[in-house]
């Protein structure tokens, strides 16, 4: 299914009814300790965004932590780049780990002490068949795998291979340490699994001190349990990993390596949503083919684009309450996360007027040379904030789509003989345009009523259908503004569509929007022209935008276009 902006399905607590029961039991005294561990292989994602909110929420809630924890057990994709992004995510989402910030890598020591104890106990051997020989006597769902050749070795053969695995006497790929388990399992995770390789490559904490590397699917639940977790929350792709979680634990428990009670394992569905991908192989491909400008392109569904782009962290926040959390997979419609960043954003971004595509308006009676200051107000929300003066003149900018010369059926806007309000300024009458060799138009005259001012006696006496949003031409701010739609054209990018042959396969880059990006040099009223980088403002009429964080200088914003004002997509606009 779909959850829709205006959904009012109910998010399951199913993780807050198993966070009761063992308190209720008494399990951990009370104690709640979550983890958010991602792997720093790239950057986090709107999906991270949903584990963070509920990771940390939730141990807040009851009073608890949460540790951010970097699973940094696989050298060849990670890097420092990505540990720095993911710790300014975390925290931009206004979130706090305290002094509980960790790496899998501190604890390589006491992994590989947990292997050499499972292997003394005879739970883990040293496998030396090729990686296709194990794929091939794993076996299928439907029949058992084989045992390998190597499951029968003796405790002092296997610790002796593995200390030689860890001298660096075997090349890569060599050996692999597997947990002894049974091949015959109806789940595959439990046939033997591999929980240690070898792998010559320096690790951006370590660096070349070890060679061999655990899995992290062995690490994970050691991890937990060193750090004390009680819920180690995960979404549902490691639902079949559960039982070799709790398995290793289990056996690390009775050689004396952890405490009862062990970490438990809660799995909740992941987040899909229409019109973007979140596989981070997807979005690396994004990145590396020049599809987008770099991890922080706002057309991204990452955290360091949405930051960029406009998004705010109390949008996220109110995004992951209103979806909640459930089992069961389902598609959230993009619309959702709009609303609730435009939610927040018409309470705390502050209005301006920008025109993006310019046409000169002339009022033919105003006076030469004079000018003077009409009142905006702030935020027509808050009248705490006050209003702001806006220069008036006898030229100014409009919108190209507010003038017609033969208007359609229902245009309210400028055309010859028609009265329009200047918002926020006078009445005028349209007089005429003067267009150039191509036909089209480049100005547009008017004559204004000096008695219709806003705001002064007898303005009222105006009735008029339409109102436009104006800057004037002598003191507007011309600026870079990026518009930008989503970077789908499709919601469900990479999948069937309906009508397709059978034996089609999609790729999801044929689905990428060509016009997800459009840059326009608009004019802005002249206050816009002091904005700070990550200043969010609604523009009136047009929707939010927000100051670049990266392309601004002082005294010259970049403005990205953040938000609609509404969402007309799903209420037959386009």
């Known amino acids: 299914m779909t959850l829709a902006a205006n959904s009012s399905v109910s998010a399951s607590n199913f993780i807050r009814n198993a966070v009761d029961d063992d308190n209720r039991t008494g399990k951990w005294e009370g104690r709640v300790e979550t983890r958010f561990p991602p792997e720093p292989n790239g950057y986090l994602h709107y999906g991270h965004a949903k584990s963070i909110c509920l990771n940390f929420g939730l141990a807040e809630s009851y009073g608890g932590v949460c540790h951010l924890r970097f699973d940094d057990t696989n050298p060849a994709k990670e890097d420092r780049e990505y540990v720095d992004a993911i710790v300014e995510a975390v925290r931009w989402l206004g979130f706090d780990w305290r002094q509980h910030l960790y790496f899998a890598s501190d604890y390589f020591d006491i992994m590989y002490a947990c292997a050499e104890s499972l292997i003394k106990a005879g739970k883990a051997y040293v496998d030396s068949q090729s990686a296709d020989e194990m794929r091939a006597n794993r076996g299928t769902l439907t029949e058992p795998g084989i045992d390998s050749p190597c499951r029968d070795r003796s405790v002092d053969e296997n610790l002796d291979l593995f200390r030689r695995m860890k001298a660096g006497e075997f090349a890569d790929g060599a050996h692999v340490l597997r947990a002894r388990i049974d091949m015959a399992s109806p789940n595959i995770n439990l046939r033997d699994p591999a929980v240690y390789r070898i792998r010559r490559a320096t690790h951006h904490r370590t660096g070349d001190k070890w060679c061999i590397y655990p899995m992290y699917t062995f690490a994970h639940p050691i991890e ?25 634990l289990e056996a690390l428990a009775d050689a004396g390596h952890f405490p ?14 229409t019109y973007t991908v979140l596989s981070k192989r997807k979005l690396i491909q994004l990145v590396d083919g020049g599809y987008v400008t770099g991890w922080n392109d706002p057309r991204l569904p990452t955290l360091s684009g949405a930051r960029r782009r406009g998004f705010t962290p109390e949008g996220f926040r109110l995004f992951a309450e209103r979806i909640g959390v ?8 993009m619309s959702v996360l709009e609303e609730c960043m435009r939610e927040h954003l018409n309470e705390a971004a502050p209005r301006r007027i920008a025109v993006l595509d310019p046409l000169k308006l002339v009022l033919t009676n105003y006076p030469e040379g004079q000018s003077e200051p009409c009142q905006a107000p702030n ?11 806006i220069p008036f003149g006898r030229e100014l900018w409009i919108e190209r789509e507010d003038f017609m010369e033969t208007p359609v059926k229902g245009f309210r806007r400028l055309y010859p003989g028609n009265i329009v309000r200047l918002r926020y300024g ?3 009458r349209c007089t005429g345009c003067e267009k150039d ?20 006696p007898g303005a ?18 011309t600026a870079e503004v990026r518009l930008y739609d989503r970077l789908f054209a499709y919601p469900y990018p990479g999948q069937r569509r309906e009508g397709d042959p059978e034996d089609i396969e999609r790729d999801f880059l044929d689905d990428l929007n060509p016009g997800s990006i459009r840059i326009v040099q608009a004019r802005l009223e002249p206050a816009l022209r002091a904005a700070h980088p990550e200043e969010r403002f609604q523009f009136e ?22 938000v609609t004002l509404k969402d007309s997509r799903t209420k037959g606009g386009k």
Request: proline residues 6%; glycine residues 4%.
């Open 224 to 248: 937990d349990a060193i750090e004390n977790v009680t819920h180690s929350i995960c979404t549902m792709e490691f639902e079949d990993q559960r039982p070799f979680y709790e398995w290793l």
């Open 260 to 273: 009862r009670p062990l970490p438990r394992q809660i799995e909740f569905a992941r987040l899909n949503l």
């Open 326 to 333: 459930a089992k069961a997979d389902s598609w959230i419609d």
């Open 379 to 389: 935020h027509p929300l808050k009248p705490e904030l006050g209003k702001r003066d």
């Open 426 to 428: 006078y009445v005028v």
């Open 437 to 456: 060799a191509d036909g089209r138009v480049v100005t547009v005259f008017a004559e204004y009523f000096p008695d219709s001012r806003s705001g002064t």
């Open 460 to 477: 009222d006496n105006y009735k008029t259908k339409g109102n436009l949003h104006w800057v004037c031409a002598a003191n507007a701010y």
């Open 541 to 562: 009429r047009h929707g939010y935008f927000a100051v670049d964080r990266f392309d601004s200088a002082e005294g010259a914003p970049v403005f990205n276009f953040t």
